[in-house]
């Protein structure tokens, strides 16, 4: 399978509380739900075509349990395409601290997660898709184990909040593979990994 992340984010970079149901208070950050009607119908049917081709989920755990609490209960959310794409497919869970997942088709990956993607990844099918998840997301992207990234970029600045790439951490190349603004201006930008930048030398 292809390993596929899509990420919201701000043009300075947060993905920190996006969505109607943040309660993502972590470091005194006040600024949630800065993507509630972002985008316009074109990119909501693009997301949730996305989840519906998905063979599989990967999530870090607090993602996990957002959406478990969110599209694996609420009768309406479970009835949309993505609830339905998300409770058929096997969802799995990097963490060393979950022990009863509820979501049925949910496993926990233990012990080295390196080793549990590649063999993931080995499996047939065509995309293990990674939605939020941005601590997961750093650690694939470093580990070489990211094959394609989809961010929608909403044109917002907070000047607050967890940011998908850090201040100061690993480099990485990025090839652009498709990108559009949608009526909304929300950028969505492909992009897979092409290795180490080039940088000019004094």
Do not use: C
Request: no cysteine.
């Amino acid at each position: 399978m292809k390993l596929t992340t899509m990420t919201q984010v701000t043009l300075d970079g947060v993905m920190q509380g996006n969505g109607a149901t943040s309660d993502d208070r972590r470091d005194g950050f006040t600024r949630g739900g800065w993507a509630l009607g972002a985008g316009d119908d074109e990119t909501r049917d693009l997301i949730t075509r996305t989840y519906e081709r998905a063979d599989a989920f990967l999530f870090g755990r607090r993602t996990y349990e957002l959406f478990a609490g969110s599209w694996g209960t609420v009768d309406a959310m479970r009835a949309h395409p993505i609830g339905v794409a998300l409770e058929r497919a096997p969802k799995y869970v990097a963490s060393t601290t979950l022990e009863t997942p509820t979501w049925p088709r949910t496993t926990v990956l233990r012990g080295d997660l390196a080793d549990a993607v590649h063999e993931l990844k080995a499996a047939p099918g065509g995309e293990l898709q990674v939605h939020g998840s941005g601590v997961l997301v750093r650690w694939l992207l470093e580990h070489d184990l990211v094959d394609e990234l989809t961010l929608l970029v909403v044109p917002v600045v907070l000047g607050q909040g967890s940011r998908l790439f850090p201040e100061n951490g690993p480099d990485r190349a990025l090839d652009l593979v498709g990108s559009r603004v949608d009526s909304k201006g929300v950028t969505i930008q492909v992009y897979r990994p092409a290795g180490r930048p080039h940088y000019a030398h004094a």
